[in-house]
């Protein structure tokens, strides 16, 4: 199969935006950028989004390892 084409790419790059959770104004500043072909316009746009989402993980990470904790001393008796 050869190269896909440009409405295809097109497609697929929003798909991808979608699937990586970004908002409606992150997905049209990423598409602008696509449409004009400023790939390199978008690394800071989709860094920052990366980062939110990082924030989100380890904000759940830390609930987790509460909860680890609450039920260790429920398992040992030791609240």
């Known amino acids: 199969k ?3 084409e440009a409405s295809d790419k097109f497609g697929i790059f929003y798909q991808n935006l979608e699937d990586a959770g ?9 598409m602008m950028l696509f449409q004009v072909g400023n ?6 746009i989709l860094s ?4 939110g989402l990082l ?3 380890r904000a759940g990470q830390k609930k987790i390892d509460c ?3 609450l039920l ?7 609240i």
């Open 39 to 44: 790939l390199r316009g978008m690394l800071p």
């Open 2 to 4: 050869g190269m896909p």
């Open 55 to 57: 924030s989100t993980v």
């Open 22 to 30: 970004c908002d409606a104004k992150t997905t049209q500043k990423c």
């Open 48 to 51: 920052d989004h990366r980062k």
């Open 72 to 78: 260790y001393q429920i398992e040992k008796e030791t």
């Open 67 to 69: 909860l680890d904790y």
